[in-house]
């Protein structure tokens, strides 16, 4: 994940002072620009607007993310095992609530809880909690994988 501030300022557009706390995912920029002149999104636009978090509605969004194999990566690039990332394979990602899932192609499914945990060094993956957890997001990445137009549907069948 990046962690990028967005400020969005149109006097008379955008409720001043507003501050959107939680992650959000940028594939939903285009539409909420679109959203925010008074043009509908089209349906190819990835997920909601955020026009009910800039009006303050504590909704959430799924952060989505999926990256393939990067064959491009320096040798500075390559972390040491198991730390994920995409120079050793494939992965999807989602941030549901205070969860963070990573499922990767060679390291498996990986849970952090994101608020506690931002640097993602203690995989809740098999705790008590974490398998509680678990299943209930694992439902939520495959049913946003299932809708993705460029997603494959899982990454070697899981």
Known sequence: MIHVPLIV????????GGHILQPITNAVIPATLLDLIGKTPPDSFRGPTLAALLKGDPGTLPVFSQLSVS????????????????TSGPMFSIVSGNWQLIQHAKYGNQLYDWTRD???TDNQANTVVGKAQLLPILSELQGVIRHSTTSPKSLSGR
């Open 71 to 86: 064959p491009y990566a320096a040798k500075k690039d390559h972390p040491p095992d198991p730390v994920p990332t995409a």
């Open 9 to 16: 300022w149109w006097a008379g557009h955008v409720p001043p």
């Open 118 to 120: 931002p640097g993602e």
